[in-house]
């Protein structure tokens, strides 16, 4: 049975796990979301599976558009998985992708959660490169149980409690999204900067052109601070927190992958 993955990602986590799905489900091709939202994406498969890491416990701006532009056939498998730090739990990240899709008229047949390095530097560190490798190998076993359930096609979405879904998904998440457009204003470049244009070509959105080899941010921001992880003079900070912490790029994802 074929099936089309359609992904975000900004550090490669996402890009990771649809890669690894790729392989155990055989037959599928992977898309990327910016590349494809405007324009008729590939829905001929018999399982359509989006991909994509939870941003305050729901949904990337970016990935709530695309499944608002697509329109797969009733009766299709629908399916995502979503992924996050330390939770072990997708919250109502799930949840209000299922009613993204109802108000479509389509079901959500499936949801499944990961449990990736974390990369939101603005609230914590990362985890060392010791760490990172002990969880994605937790990734490629969990990934290998997730192609079983698709493969014997599981009609199940998994939650988190329902406070983290309130509280989080339902409030935080709702607040913080409608802001995250213009969160690049808290994006600014210090004097290690080497006008390399990489924070350019990493956008997903192309948020960021360079004016005298300086990167400006344009106000149309997904909030996903690839450019400040894949810099690699790290001379992007956000907010008073970046500037002594760690950058993370997925390890297994080279910039290439994603540009």
Not at 101 to 121: E, H, I, W
Not at 129 to 145: H, I, Y
Request: proline share 5%; glycine share 8%.
């Amino acid at each position: 049975m074929k099936t089309h993955l359609f992904y975000f990602s900004a550090t490669g986590n996402s890009l990771k796990i649809a890669n690894d799905l790729a392989k155990e489900l055989g037959e599928t091709r992977v898309f990327s979301i910016p590349k494809v939202i405007h324009e008729t994406p590939d829905l001929s498969a018999e399982r359509i599976g989006i991909v994509f890491p939870m941003y305050y416990g729901g949904i990337p701006n970016i990935v709530k558009r695309f499944i608002g532009t697509i329109t797969p056939e009733p009766g299709k498998y629908l399916f995502a998985v979503t992924s996050g730090r330390d939770e072990n739990s997708p919250m109502g990240a799930l949840d209000l992708a299922r009613k993204l899709f109802r108000k479509k008229g389509l079901d959500l047949s499936a949801g499944f959660f990961v449990r990736m390095p974390g990369n939101y530097l603005l609230m914590y560190d990362i985890i060392s490169k010791e760490e990172q490798e002990d969880r994605l190998k937790e990734e490629e076993a969990r990934v290998r149980e997730i192609a079983g359930k698709i493969t014997a096609g599981e009609r199940s979405i998994e939650k988190g409690s329902f406070l983290a879904n309130w509280l989080l998904s339902g409030v935080m998440h709702g607040i913080a999204s409608s802001r995250f457009a213009t969160a690049d204003k808290y994006l600014r470049v210090d004097e290690k900067c080497t006008h390399c244009g990489t924070c350019e070509k990493v956008c997903p959105v192309r948020n960021i052109r360079l004016r005298d080899g300086v990167p400006t941010w344009l106000h149309h921001c997904e909030h996903c601070l690839a450019c400040l992880h894949w810099c690699p003079a790290g001379a992007i900070q956000c907010g008073k927190n970046t500037a002594g912490r760690t950058r993370y790029r997925n390890p297994r994802i080279t910039l290439e992958d994603l540009t």
